[in-house]
């Protein structure tokens, strides 16, 4: 049984005025029209729902059990056009992003802010999570969006680049190579060099221009940004980190240093779902972003 919104709304005006008249007036429809609709309704119900004569107009019994449905029905849809309008006018909503932590630790939680700035209703939620993790949960939808340092290649993700980051040499104060404004490849020939694990993003991305520059294996592979400037104020060896991870890496007695080579960058992409709309919210937000665009520094 498919029971319209246009039935519904001509039985609660009948019950509520008991007078077809009235209630025709109210539906915007003439009196034979409307009467119309009411036995179309009791027709599609299989029961009369009205009592009714020339004076009089009253719920039958069965009319009483529609009734409750009835309003429950109204109220149901009355709540859900009203958020919404809330949502359609950013009143209310919320937003969750999938993003690596280098840029959850750097470049997004300013953003972020000034999104929320300007639409306080609306909830953020961040994973600062892999590469491979991020597109994981794109899939999976339990994030709107993702940004990440490795685009989705399959053709269930589109794919927007938002800037170029440059790489960074890391090393202690001691080193000579502090010395220098900007470090070239070859110089890192024969030095030990802190892996990132082979999984991630930078180390794929590293790995054709680490091979040309020779460097020695430190016997160190770590997942965190942290962990590798432990290890390099330690004294294990040098290691390249992209731009904005940089904060997670420094402490006193280390350095960055930018690497002097156009492949040396890393592209920053925003990943969705192709063929999956956003809500008006991530909408918002994935064009504000798009906007904050910035070349390699």
Same mark, same amino acid.
């Given at each position: 049984?498919?029971?319209? &919104?246009?039935?519904?709304?001509?039985?609660? %005006?009948?019950?509520?005025?008991? /007078?077809?008249?009235?209630?025709?007036?109210?539906?915007?429809?003439?009196?034979?029209?409307?009467?119309?609709?009411? !036995?179309?309704? =009791?027709?599609?119900?299989?029961?009369?729902?009205?009592? $009714?004569?020339?004076?009089?107009?009253?719920?039958?019994?069965?009319?009483?059990?529609?009734?409750?449905?009835?309003?429950?029905? %109204?109220?149901?849809?009355?709540?859900?056009?009203? =958020?919404?309008?809330?949502?359609?006018?950013?009143?209310?909503?919320?937003?969750?992003?999938?993003?690596?932590?280098?840029?959850?630790?750097?470049?997004?939680?300013?953003? #972020?802010?000034?999104?929320?700035?300007?639409?306080?209703?609306?909830?953020?939620?961040?994973?600062?999570?892999?590469?491979?993790?991020? #597109?994981?949960?794109?899939?999976?939808?339990? @994030?709107?969006? !993702?940004?990440? %340092?490795?685009?989705?290649?399959?053709?269930?993700?589109?794919?927007?680049?938002?800037?170029?980051?440059?790489?960074?040499?890391?090393?202690?104060?001691?080193?000579?190579?502090?010395?220098?404004?900007?470090? /070239?490849?070859?110089?890192?020939?024969?030095?030990?060099?802190?892996?990132?694990?082979?999984? &991630?993003?930078? $180390?794929?991305?590293?790995?054709?221009?680490?091979?040309?520059?020779?460097?020695?294996?430190?016997?160190?592979?770590?997942?965190?940004?942290?962990?590798?400037?432990?290890? @390099?104020?330690?004294?294990?060896?040098?290691?390249?980190?992209? =731009?904005?991870?940089?904060?997670?890496?420094?402490?006193?007695? #280390?350095?960055?240093?930018?690497?002097?080579?156009?492949?040396?960058?890393?592209?920053?992409?925003?990943?969705?779902?192709?063929?999956?709309?956003?809500?008006? %919210?991530?909408?918002?937000?994935?064009?504000?972003?798009? #906007?904050?665009?910035?070349?390699?520094?």
């Amino acid at each position: 049984m498919n029971l319209s &919104g246009r039935a519904i709304d001509a039985f609660l %005006a009948l019950a509520e005025t008991r /007078r077809f008249a009235l209630a025709a007036k109210r539906c915007h429809v003439s009196p034979s029209t409307f009467s119309q609709m009411i !036995g179309r309704l =009791e027709s599609q119900v299989g029961a009369r729902l009205f009592d $009714r004569d020339t004076r009089n107009v009253s719920l039958t019994p069965e009319g009483e059990v529609f009734s409750h449905g009835a309003h429950r029905i %109204a109220a149901e849809m009355r709540a859900s056009m009203s =958020e919404l309008r809330e949502r359609a006018n950013r009143r209310i909503g919320r937003v969750t992003v999938a993003v690596t932590p280098s840029l959850a630790s750097d470049w997004l939680p300013q953003r #972020l802010a000034e999104y929320q700035q300007i639409n306080p209703g609306i909830a953020l939620r961040m994973h600062d999570v892999t590469s491979g993790r991020c #597109l994981e949960l794109i899939l999976r939808g339990d @994030v709107d969006f !993702g940004i990440s %340092a490795q685009p989705g290649q399959d053709l269930e993700f589109e794919n927007h680049l938002l800037f170029m980051e440059r790489y960074h040499l890391l090393c202690r104060k001691t080193d000579p190579l502090a010395k220098l404004p900007e470090i /070239r490849l070859r110089d890192l020939k024969d030095r030990a060099f802190v892996h990132m694990v082979r999984t &991630g993003s930078v $180390r794929q991305q590293m790995m054709p221009l680490l091979s040309t520059a020779q460097v020695r294996d430190s016997g160190m592979e770590v997942a965190n940004f942290g962990t590798v400037g432990g290890l @390099v104020a330690a004294g294990f060896g040098v290691s390249i980190v992209p =731009e904005h991870a940089i904060g997670l890496c420094l402490r006193p007695g #280390l350095v960055a240093i930018p690497v002097k080579s156009p492949k040396a960058v890393r592209p920053v992409t925003m990943i969705k779902r192709r063929g999956r709309s956003l809500s008006v %919210a991530a909408a918002v937000l994935w064009d504000q972003l798009k #906007l904050s665009k910035r070349s390699v520094g």
